[in-house]
């Protein structure tokens, strides 16, 4: 059975940074992609960056690119999301999502539940 376990958010002020941490069971990411979507507040969920490991794709969306860096352990369970940076529009609730990854975006299939992160100004 898939599962993915999301940890890591809270509360920060602008300009910090938190770790995101995403434990999978029932797969590896040999056989689904793993990544972040995002659902702010008044906006539709949107894809946060991902990677497969089967073609090295790598994927994030422009408003994070430079701030956000997605990686992986050995044991191709675990993801992390390390976000620098955070603005009060980074605000949402982060989750874990396995699925398809392409330089040109994501597309899920399996969610965990989410972490909220909150940006203050």
């Known amino acids: 059975e898939v599962q993915l376990a999301e940890s890591g958010g809270g509360v920060v002020q602008a300009g910090g940074s938190l770790r995101l941490s995403c434990k999978a069971s029932?797969?590896?990411?040999?056989?689904?992609?793993i990544g972040w979507f995002r659902r702010a507040p008044g906006k539709e969920q949107e894809p946060v960056s991902c990677f497969s490991t089967l073609d090295g794709s790598l994927y994030y969306a422009d408003s994070v690119k430079g701030r956000f860096t997605i990686s992986g352990d050995n044991t191709k369970t675990t993801a992390h999301l390390q976000m620098n940076m955070l603005q009060p529009d980074d605000t949402a609730v982060y989750y874990c999502?396995?699925?398809?990854?392409?330089?040109?975006?994501?597309?899920?299939?399996?969610w965990g539940q989410g972490t909220q992160v909150t940006v203050s100004s």
């Open positions: 029932g797969f590896t990411f040999d056989d689904y992609a």
């Open positions: 999502v396995a699925g398809r990854c392409s330089k040109y975006g994501f597309t899920s299939g399996y």
